[in-house]
């Protein structure tokens, strides 16, 4: 119930084109989705973060779709570049509890 | 966001040693968290930390491990000793009232 599953585990990408990341939950209590960027030797850093009252949300070229019904949501990065490649991280919490990890993604933008 | 600083950078000890990691989030924030990443997998939740009490603590966070924010600033947390499996990246953080949460940017713990 307090998994977050993630896939692909990996994903390569040409410059210019979309990287699709997705994500599923179960625990219906979870109400803040957040997106984390990873870089070798440091540190998550949020991206972008969503909460369970949009479908949608935008900044830049990233972008999140939540779907509450199927209790799935997604990161669009669009036109992807070679500085974009890291190891991004879904998460979800609930109001008071922790920050749970899916699995991550390792994406590869190739020029 | 102002950052949360993480020292040391990376730590080698030997297996049965007692670590003492350090993290100084800079704010006076009440939530802190450690979290832990072994090489090529997930982001783990250790504990969490709320107006100078543990108020969560995983499975992983068993009696070797224990948490303390000694002079009010500085958390810390120690592993009493280690084993082989302890070798990981142990991530301190901290989070606002939005939910936001920032990472330091690691200690590399690695056990021999």
């Known amino acids: 119930q307090q998994q977050v599953k993630q896939s692909p585990q990996s994903l390569i990408v040409q410059k210019g084109g979309i990287s699709i990341i997705n994500c599923a939950y179960e625990n219906t209590a979870f109400d803040y989705f957040p997106w984390y960027q990873q870089f070798p030797g440091k540190g998550p850093a949020l991206l972008i973060a969503i909460r369970p009252d949009v479908s949608e949300k935008k900044e830049g070229r990233f972008t999140i779709s939540f779907n509450k019904s199927a209790k799935q949501f997604s990161l669009h990065i669009m036109d992807s570049q070679p500085g974009d490649s890291a190891t991004y991280f879904c998460a979800a919490s609930m109001e008071g509890g922790k920050l749970i990890f899916g699995q991550g993604t390792e994406l590869s933008v190739k020029p | 966001e102002p950052e949360v600083t993480q020292t040391p950078s990376h730590q080698v000890t030997q297996m049965g040693q007692e670590v003492i990691l350090r993290c100084v989030p800079i704010?006076?924030?009440?939530?802190f968290y450690w979290y832990r990443q072994i090489l090529g997998q997930k982001v783990e939740f250790l504990v969490s930390f709320y107006n100078n009490e543990i108020s969560e603590k995983s499975e992983i966070f068993d009696d070797q491990f224990s948490v303390e924010r000694p002079d009010g600033s500085n958390f810390t947390l120690k592993i009493r000793s280690t084993k082989l499996e302890d070798s990981a990246m142990y991530f301190c953080a901290r989070k606002t009232e939005r939910r936001r949460y920032t990472f330091g940017s690691g200690t590399r713990l690695t056990v021999v």
């Open positions: 704010s006076n924030h009440l939530y």
